[in-house]
């Protein structure tokens, strides 16, 4: 199996496995993501900027909305499910790219995990905030803090990606150590 360079996943070395050869020399990807953050790192880099500050910009009043009440609860959860929808399926594309890239290459990833589990915990609550009546508090208050958990995970991985990025570039030293195939 051989690691892939930016996430660091092992990848296996399969016909249908996303490629880049450089020098001669091949690197193996778990996604089409990877791959872009390997060929152009800047131009993903300059995204990823935008993505954590729009994620956190929306996940931050999601947070306040989802523990104090500003709102009339029924106003409230459709706000909180606006909030969240640009995060999910906008700024979290990329896990649902990954996901489709996995199914293909007949394997999971990261992407396979964040994809089902935020689109779980999202799908929760639109199903929740549309059939729910006002006075089910209980349950709702279940979609506000499920809310919570589609968008906060994305805002904390794209911030964690960009930290990295910034950090452990790479092209980096360390970083290219792992460019070799482990061989296992
Ligand atoms: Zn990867």
């Given at each position: 199996?051989?690691?892939?360079?930016?996430?660091?996943?092992?990848?296996e070395e399969k016909p249908d496995v996303i490629r880049h050869s450089v020098e001669g020399k091949e690197y193996f990807f778990c996604s089409n993501q990877c791959l872009d953050e390997f060929t152009a790192p800047e131009k993903e880099l300059k995204k990823l900027k935008r993505y954590v500050a729009i994620s956190i910009g929306l996940t931050l009043?999601?947070?306040?909305?989802?523990?104090?009440?500003?709102?009339?609860?029924?106003?409230?959860?459709?706000?909180?499910?606006?909030?969240?929808?640009?995060v999910q399926f906008w700024i979290g594309w990329r896990f649902?790219?990954?996901?489709?890239?996995?199914?293909?290459?007949?394997?999971?990833?990261?992407?396979?995990?964040?994809?089902?589990?935020?689109?779980?915990?999202?799908?929760?609550?639109?199903?929740?905030?549309?059939m729910a009546a006002g006075s089910l508090?209980?349950?709702?208050?279940?979609?506000?803090?499920?809310?919570?958990?589609?968008?906060?995970?994305?805002?904390?991985?794209?911030?964690?990606?960009?930290?990295?990025?910034?950090?452990m570039p790479i092209d980096s030293e360390p970083q290219a150590n792992t460019l070799q195939p482990s061989g296992v």
């Amino acid at each position: 199996m051989a690691k892939d360079p930016v996430c660091g996943m092992y990848v296996e070395e399969k016909p249908d496995v996303i490629r880049h050869s450089v020098e001669g020399k091949e690197y193996f990807f778990c996604s089409n993501q990877c791959l872009d953050e390997f060929t152009a790192p800047e131009k993903e880099l300059k995204k990823l900027k935008r993505y954590v500050a729009i994620s956190i910009g929306l996940t931050l009043p999601i947070t306040v909305l989802t523990y104090v009440m500003l709102l009339p609860t029924a106003i409230n959860n459709y706000v909180l499910l606006a909030l969240a929808t640009p995060v999910q399926f906008w700024i979290g594309w990329r896990f649902y790219r990954g996901l489709w890239d996995g199914i293909k290459a007949k394997t999971s990833n990261m992407d396979t995990l964040i994809a089902v589990g935020t689109s779980a915990a999202y799908f929760y609550s639109a199903i929740i905030t549309i059939m729910a009546a006002g006075s089910l508090t209980s349950i709702l208050r279940v979609r506000q803090l499920s809310t919570t958990n589609c968008s906060a995970p994305i805002a904390v991985i794209f911030l964690r990606c960009f930290l990295w990025d910034i950090l452990m570039p790479i092209d980096s030293e360390p970083q290219a150590n792992t460019l070799q195939p482990s061989g296992v």
